[in-house]
C-alpha cells in the first residue's frame, strides 16, 4: 500500500468555467514531505493549496489524502469534515481572507476550540505560539486593525496553534521582517522534526532550501515542469530566469556592461550585486 499523503493525478481546475488556473497537475506528497511550490504570479501555486485543503475540488482528475478519494462528499459527514480539518491546516496568502474574529485571542483560539480540543492544552499552545511570533500584547486588538506582517503573523498562528499535521503555507514570508523570517524557519523546521508534513508555496528563494526537501516548480501553462531537488533547481539560474523567478539585471563596470543574476537566490549560487 502507498503511504503517500497526497495523490494527485491528471488534476484540473478552471475558475467560473472561464479562466484555467490549473491544467493536468501529477503530484505525490509523502508523509513527513517538506514541499516547496514556486512559480510566476498566476501559475496556480494558490489554487493547488486551495485543493490540497479541500476548500475546491478539480474539475478532472483525482485527488488522494492518504489513499481516499477527496471530493465535495467527502466533507458532509460532520465527523470525516471534523477529522480532515484537525489534520490539515491552510494559512492563506491573504489573511485578511482568513481573519474575521472580533479580537486576535478569538481568532487564534477560534480552531482549536471548534476542534473540540483540550482547554487547557489548548491555552498553553497558546502562550507558546503568541510568545514565538511576539504577538501576546496583540491579543485584544482587532485583527482588521493591524499591520500587514501583524496580521500574517496572527493568521499563522491561528493555524499553527492546532499542531495540524499537514500545514499548507500560502507565501508564509511575504512582508515578514527578517527576524520573524528567521523564527519561523525555526519553527518550521521543529514541526518538520516532529513528524509533520510542510506544503509551501513561495516566491522567496531565499528560504526554499531552508525548508524544502523537493521543489515543483509551476509554469505559466499552469502546470508543474519540473520537480527536484532545491540545490538543483536553485542552481539552474537560467530556468529560474526563463520561469520568472529570478531577473537578470545589467551593471555597468570599468566602461563594460555585465549581465548578474539579481541576487533572490542563495548566495551559493549566484553572484552578489555590487
Ligand atoms: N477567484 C478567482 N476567480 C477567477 N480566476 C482566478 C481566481 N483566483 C485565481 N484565478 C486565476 O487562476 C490562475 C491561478 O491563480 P493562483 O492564485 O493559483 O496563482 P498563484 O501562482 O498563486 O499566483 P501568485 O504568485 O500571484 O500568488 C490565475 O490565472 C488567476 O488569474
Ligand atoms: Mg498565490
Known amino acids: 500500500m502507498s503511504t503517500a499523503l497526497y495523490e494527485l493525478e491528471g488534476v484540473r481546475f478552471t475558475y467560473l468555467g472561464k479562466f484555467p488556473a490549473l491544467t493536468d497537475i501529477n503530484l505525490t506528497v509523502e508523509k513527513g514531505q517538506r514541499v516547496a511550490v514556486i512559480g510566476a504570479n498566476g501559475s496556480g501555486k494558490s489554487t493547488l493549496l486551495n485543493i ?21 462528499t467527502s ?18 496568502q491573504n489573511p485578511d481572507i ?13 480552531g482549536p476550540l471548534t476542534l473540540g480540543l483540550d482547554t487547557a492544552a489548548v491555552a498553553a499552545a497558546f502562550d507558546e505560539i503568541t510568545a514565538i511570533f511576539g504577538i501576546k500584547g496583540l491579543a485584544d486588538r482587532m485583527p482588521h486593525q ?34 520573524t523570517t528567521r523564527d519561523l524557519i525555526g519553527l518550521l523546521n521543529r514541526y ?10 513561495t516566491h522567496d528563494m531565499h528560504v526554499v532550501e531552508e525548508i524544502a526537501d523537493v521543489v515543483h516548480v509551476f509554469s505559466r501553462d499552469k502546470t508543474i515542469i519540473r520537480s527536484g531537488r532545491p540545490d538543483d533547481i536553485l542552481a539552474d539560474t537560467k530556468f529560474l530566469e526563463e520561469h520568472n523567478l529570478i531577473h537578470i539585471h545589467a551593471h555597468s563596470h570599468d566602461g563594460t556592461t555585465h549581465a548578474h543574476p539579481h541576487q533572490h537566490v542563495h548566495h551559493d549560487h549566484l553572484h552578489k550585486n555590487p
Open 75 to 92: 466533507f458532509r459527514e460532520e465527523r470525516s469534515n471534523r477529522l480532515f480539518r484537525s489534520r490539515v491546516g491552510l494559512v492563506f
Open 146 to 179: 493591524l499591520s500587514i506582517g501583524e496580521k500574517r503573523k496572527v493568521a499563522m498562528a491561528a493555524v499553527l496553534v492546532s499542531s495540524p499535521d499537514v500545514l499548507l503555507l500560502d507565501e508564509p514570508t511575504a512582508g515578514l521582517d527578517p527576524r
Open 98 to 110: 482568513q481573519l474575521f474574529c472580533p479580537t486576535v485571542k478569538d481568532e487564534i483560539l477560534f
Open 192 to 201: 518538520h522534526a516532529g513528524g509533520k508534513t510542510i506544503i509551501t508555496a
Open 52 to 72: 490540497l485543503d479541500g476548500l475546491i475540488f478539480p474539475d478532472s482528475g483525482v485527488v488522494r489524502f492518504c489513499g481516499d478519494v477527496l471530493e465535495e
